[in-house]
Each structure stands twice: as structure tokens, then as C-alpha cells.
């Protein structure tokens, strides 16, 4: 529908005008602040143009929260939790989609149920079975009497123990099972008719073959806006590697090392705060996310116009 | 040789029934045609052959090897699908070789087929091109030249003209049956178009409800439908039907309206029994009011080009007569029409089977210039 109303543009423009500077103004704060050097941001009124520090403050922040080792961190863990996310989803969609097999509902709503049970909330069991990803087994050895039963005939006691505290397994596991993602690609793949699995069937492809050859091309587009969104998300996780890594220099990531920079009475012990060099590590620390928002977005764009039926 | 034994094949799902024992044998090199509505259960035992659909009830053997558990790939048979079911994301040359990449033929080789097939159904300058680029024939023939490629003993076609116009309908059709000849496999085709099954087939199947109504030739089946069901499916404009009884000496036919139709002794009819009278369009013809055998009322005529369907009713029945003559009539004019005998059917009225001829086949069937039939030309215009 095409509408001639001038004033009603004008308004609509205002308003998205409006909502960008509520959105630009903090990280032009934080990019002006970037740029100046230590008296000049704790100075009051707060500077609203960059100054000439930026190139010297990054260079400062990225010595002082030992950038280099944290990003290669940070991007294993992303990329892990991604390709761990994708994959997981992937297959899972696959099987609930293309597979006739009883409790197929069930299991996809337990999913799907999952979704209202975020990291977050689970926290406390999700850290107990990472310190032994083997300590569910135990329990149901305990529960059951087998590890008293194996004990009595053989002598041997049975203790399972499997640590992922401080390890890149540890970070990427407990962040890969994803409701969002499955439900994404069910979605996807309820959209591929029926004809096409069966014009495959004929063709002798089996169900991997199926999978790999037709629907994982076919899905490239899904992959790309998952793969951006849970990179980002990933990327951005703070509570949960704060807990699990304590050996912060080998494992330490980007998100929880600004945090260390971030002027409080711990880190500045009452000295004059450095919020120049918080700003400069935030500028460092979204440089990814931004670019893999901008480098997928093409992807989106493609992929919405180019609906090959 | 790959001949096709469909023996009393049932399907169901759950409690429902969709077919029951349907018994067809399908000849090494032939094209047989399953016609019916939807929901007849044709696409149904297309797939049961495929071996898309399990098969709960009779066996299936296809060359004398009973496949009810192989999978569609070990069956040897090859599918057209009513939406064409390209790969959206490969390559024409793509699509059509895929089966063979999958079966792990060699590239060169691959290549060299693909472009064989490619050249035998008109497509080699749309090879690199994708699907969505491509017109609905041209899709249509990727989806063929995928089936041709892996030399099938069997190929099998879902509806696959129906997606088409009907002028590239017929051309496809052509194509069809000539890539049939061509190739010499077993051929079966759905479709739900009466024109595609008598144009294509070498037998016609006729299903209804899950069971098979008629098996025949073409000819056979627009000639001789066993029932009314097969009469009222096959033919355009469709066959007239006109209710009425057997007249107490079992040799004519009584109208709603009082009129007889003369059906002689050539069919085996009881006196009082209910049954349906059935003539087709084109074997009537009209004649004045005294001249014919029945007395209709017309109504308004369509014009073809080549020939005219004129409406008529015969007590409030419509009944159509197809013919090349141009004719002056007013509406509401009373006309008679004229037909030779063997173009009289009839039909018991509560089953709908078709009541048997009683004279020997051979003579009635076909030759309209009967002995009856020349006494009744004596009254035409």
C-alpha cells in the first residue's frame, strides 16, 4: 500500500531519529571518554569531543587485562559454543522432523521447555555437574545400590569424576544444549515439502546423505542467523566463566577481564578511576561481535531475496 | 523385463482403509494410466510401487522379485513428482545427476550422461542454470531427465502435468509418451485428467475409493464402461444418464416421463428393474421430434469452433449432444434425438454395474451398422 501523508513521515522520521541518539549517545560517551587521558576524564563537565589519547589507552588496556591470550579465548569459546549450537540443533531438528518414532512430541516440548530454563537460573546444578560431568551417573549408582553391589563382589569402590572446571570444555558445554536454535531449525525444516525427502528417497540418498546434501545447503541462511546471534551471546558471557574458570591467566576471557576494569573501590583501591581505559577495552572488546554482525547481515539479505522455490 | 504384479494390495492407516485388494498386472513396456478423482487411492499405489509407502496388506513384486521390503532406491523404479521436487540449491546438471553421485559413478562419466540426458529432453544450454530459474515445463523436464538418467525398469509419474498450462500440458505429453517409446521402460502415470489417460495409455486403470473400478484400453473403457461410475468419468461433455425401468417385456426401457427407450434383447434385463440408460454426446444426434427415439426439449447450445454441444433436457434432465451440424433452434424446442444402437448403455440402478450384452461381444462392439442399427437409420433425418 502506497500512502502519500508528508507529515506523518516526518513524525515517524523524528521518532527513529530520536531512537538512534538514545542508542549512539552512550557509545559515543564511551568512544569520547576512549580518547582522553586520565585528568582529562575524571574533569567535570564531562567531554563531549574526542580527545588525542585513543591509540595510547587501547594500547594500555590491551597490556593491562592481557587482551592478547583472553581474545584467542573468547574466540574459541564463541566459535566452539557456535559450531557446538549449530550442530547440535541441527541434528536434533533432523530427528524430530524426518523420523517417525514414538515420543517424538514429548521429547521435542521438553526442549522446548528448556527455553524458560536459562543458564542463569540453573546455575548452581549446571556447576555441580561440571565439576563432575560423570557426578549424574554416580548418583543414579548410589541411588540404585549398583556402587555398594560392585564394591561388595569385586571390592572395587566406584567414584566417577570428571572435572571440566577450568577447561575450554568446561566454557563451550554447558553453553551449547539450545532450545532456541532446535526450535529454529524444526521450523525451518517443517518448510521442506514432503516431495523433495521423497524425490531424495528415490534417489537413493539415506538420511545423512539426505541431510547433508540437501538440507544443510538449503538451510545456509538459518545457519547464518544463528550462528550471529549465539556468537554474540556467547561471546558476551560473564557469569557463567567467572564461575567456572579460576585459573583466569590460562582461561581467562575478554567479557569478565573488562570487568576487572572497570573502577570500583577493589580495583582503584580509592585512587582516581580509569575510566579511559575501561572505555578503551570496551571498544576492543565489541569489535567482534560488530563484525560478525556486519559480515553476516549480507548473508540475511541474500538470503531473504533470493527465495528460490 | 520388468513387469509390475499388484496382488490384492491393501493399505491402511491405523484404523482407516484407503485401498483393499487391488489386483493389476502391469506388463513389461507398458503404460498403464490410473485414472480416477481425488482421493481415489491412485497416488496412493503409485507410492505403494515406489516403495514410499509401506505396504500393509497383499505384495507387490516388481519383475517377478516381490519387493514389499526394499527400499525405493532397490526397486530399480524412478519418480516424477507433481511438483517437479528439484533440488532448489543445485545446478540443473546438479539435479539431474545427483542419483548417480549418490550411486558413486565417476565423474567423467557422470558428466558425460548427465549431458546425454540432458540433450534428450532439450536441456543442455539450461545445465549450470538453478531450478528458480527456470519455467515450469523446463523444471518439469530436469524432474523427467532426472528419472531417465538412471535407465529405471520402471518409471513412475505423480500428476506430473497437472502444475503445467494446458497448452504445454499437451506438449508434455507428447514428450511423455515419446521418451516412453524411447526408453521402453514400465511406465505408470497418475492423473486425475481423463484427456492424459486416454491420450497416454496403452491400458487405462480406473480407481474409485480405493478399489479398481475398470481395467482396460482406452477404447475399451470409452466403449464398454462397466459401470457408472467409469461412464461418468471418462468421456467430455460426460455421458448422459437417464433413470428408468425395464418395461414388462424386458425389451425396452421406461422413462421418468412415460417415454421408451428400445433396448431389443440385447441386454440381459429384468422386467421391472431399476436401471440407468446412459448415451454419450458425441453418438447422438439431432433429429426432428418424429424422427427420433427419444423426444428432448433444447435448450441453448456452446459453441467449439468445430462442432456444437447442444443442451437438451428430457423431463428436466440436461442431456447433451455434441455435434458439427450447424442447426437453427429455438429454445424450448422440441426435437428428437437419433443413435444407433451400440451406443446404448445400460446400467443396473442401484449398483451401477453395467448390464451385460446378450448377444455374442464381437458383433454389436464397434460396428455401429448393425442389423438393428440399419432399420433405425431408415429414421433419421
Known amino acids: ?309 | 523385463m520388468a513387469e509390475i504384479s499388484i496382488r490384492q494390495v491393501g493399505k491402511t492407516y491405523g484404523k482407516t482403509t484407503i485401498m483393499q485388494g487391488v489386483d493389476l498386472e502391469i506388463h513389461d513396456g507398458e503404460f498403464v494410466v490410473i485414472l480416477g478423482p481425488s482421493g481415489c487411492g491412485k497416488s496412493t499405489l503409485l507410492r505403494l510401487i515406489a516403495g514410499l509407502e509401506e505396504i500393509t496388506a497383499g505384495e507387490i513384486a516388481i519383475a517377478g522379485e516381490v519387493v514389499n521390503n526394499l527400499e525405493p532406491r532397490e526397486r530399480g523404479c524412478a519418480m516424477v513428482f507433481q511438483n517437479y521436487a528439484l533440488y532448489p540449491h543445485m545446478t540443473v546438471s546438479d539435479n539431474i545427476g545427483y542419483a548417480l553421485k549418490v550411486a558413486g559413478v565417476p565423474k567423467a562419466e557422470r558428466m558425460a550422461r548427465i549431458e546425454a540426458t540432458a540433450r534428450s529432453v532439450g536441456l543442455v544450454e539450461f545445465l549450470d542454470r538453478k531450478p528458480g530459474q527456470l519455467s515450469g515445463g523446463q523444471r518439469q523436464r530436469v524432474a523427467m531427465a532426472r528419472a531417465i538418467i538412471r535407465e529405471p525398469k520402471v518409471f513412475l509419474f505423480d500428476e506430473p502435468l497437472s502444475n503445467l498450462d494446458a497448452k504445454l500440458r499437451v506438449q508434455m505429453r507428447h514428450e511423455i509418451r515419446r521418451i516412453h517409446n524411447a526408453v521402453g521402460a514400465t511406465s505408470v502415470f497418475v492423473t486425475h485428467d481423463q484427456n492424459e489417460g486416454m491420450t497416454l495409455a496403452d491400458r487405462l486403470v480406473i480407481m474409485n475409493k480405493g478399489t479398481i473400478e475398470q481395467i482396460g484400453t482406452p477404447e475399451e473403457i470409452y466403449e464398454h464402461p462397466a459401470s457408472l461410475y467409469v461412464a461418468g468419468f471418462v468421456g467430455s461433455p460426460a455421458m448422459n444418464i437417464l433413470p428408468g425401468t425395464v418395461a414388462s417385456s424386458g425389451l425396452s426401457v421406461l422413462l421418468g416421463d412415460g417415454q421408451a427407450v428400445d433396448i431389443r434383447s440385447s441386454f440381459k434385463a429384468r422386467p421391472g428393474q431399476l436401471v440407468q440408460i446412459g448415451l454419450r454426446p458425441e453418438k447422438l444426434s439431432i433429429t426432428t421430434k418424429a424422427h427420433g427415439l427419444l423426444a428432448a426439449k433444447f435448450q441453448f447450445f456452446e459453441e467449439l469452433g468445430s462442432a456444437r454441444i447442444y443442451h437438451l433436457e428430457i423431463e428436466d434432465i440436461p442431456v447433451g449432444v455434441v455435434s458439427d451440424l450447424k442447426l437453427a433452434l429455438t429454445a424450448g424446442e422440441e426435437v428428437g434425438l437419433a443413435f444407433p444402437p451400440s451406443a446404448l448403455h445400460v446400467f443396473d440402478g442401484p449398483s451401477g454395474r453395467s448390464l451385460a450384452r446378450a448377444e455374442a461381444a464381437g458383433e454389436s462392439r464397434g460396428t455401429d451398422a448393425s442389423t438393428t442399427g440399419l432399420s433405425m437409420h431408415g429414421r433419421l433425418l
Not at chain 1, 549517545?25 to 585528568?39: D, E, R, S, Y
Open chain 1, 1 to 309: 500500500m502506497i500512502e502519500r501523508t508528508p507529515l506523518l513521515n516526518l513524525a515517524t522520521h523524528l521518532i527513529l531519529g530520536f531512537g538512534l541518539i538514545v542508542i549512539l549517545a552512550p557509545i559515543w560517551l564511551a568512544f569520547v571518554a576512549a580518547t582522553l587521558t586520565l585528568q582529562e576524564v575524571n574533569a567535570a563537565p564531562v567531554e563531549l569531543w574526542p580527545g588525542t589519547h585513543l591509540w595510547a589507552n587501547l594500547k594500555e588496556a590491551w597490556v593491562l587485562s592481557d587482551f592478547g591470550p583472553k581474545f584467542v579465548n573468547s574466540l574459541i569459546v564463541a566459535v566452539g559454543v557456535v559450531v557446538g549450537k549449530i550442530t547440535l540443533a541441527c541434528i536434533t531438528a533432523f530427528s524430530l522432523v524426518f523420523f517417525a518414532y514414538r515420543g517424538r512430541a514429548l521429547i521435542f516440548w521438553m526442549i522446548f521447555i528448556t527455553l524458560m530454563l536459562p543458564l542463569e537460573v540453573r546455575i548452581v546444578p549446571t556447576y555441580a555437574v561440571a565439576a563432575n560431568a560423570l557426578s549424574p551417573f554416580q548418583a543414579l549408582l548410589d541411588v540404585t545400590g549398583m556402587g555398594w553391589l560392585i564394591n561388595a563382589v569385586s571390592g572395587v569402590q566406584v567414584s566417577l569424576q570428571w572435572n571440566l572446571l577450568n577447561s575450554y570444555t568446561g566454557l563451550i558445554l554447558p553453553l551449547v544444549a539450545t532450545a532456541t536454535g532446535t526450535f529454529l531449525y524444526r521450523q525451518f525444516f517443517l518448510t521442506i515439502p514432503d516431495e523433495l525427502v521423497e524425490a531424495a528417497r528415490m534417489d537413493g540418498a539415506g538420511p545423512l546423505r539426505f541431510l547433508w546434501d540437501v538440507l544443510i545447503p538449503l538451510s545456509k541462511t538459518n545457519i547464518a542467523a544463528l550462528a550471529t546471534i549465539m556468537f554474540v551471546y556467547a561471546w558476551n558471557q560473564y557469569l557463567w566463566p567467572l564461575l567456572v574458570i579460576t585459573d583466569r591467566a590460562t582461561y581467562g576471557m575478554v567479557v569478565v577481564q573488562l570487568s576487572d576494569l572497570v573502577p570500583d573501590q577493589m580495583t582503584t583501591g580509592g585512587g582516581t578511576p580509569t575510566w579511559h581505559l575501561a572505555m578503551a577495552a570496551t571498544l576492543m572488546v565489541m569489535v567482534p561481535p560488530i563484525a560478525i554482525v556486519i559480515l553476516m547481515q549480507r548473508w540475511f539479505v541474500r538470503g531473504l531475496i533470493n527465495t528460490d522455490k
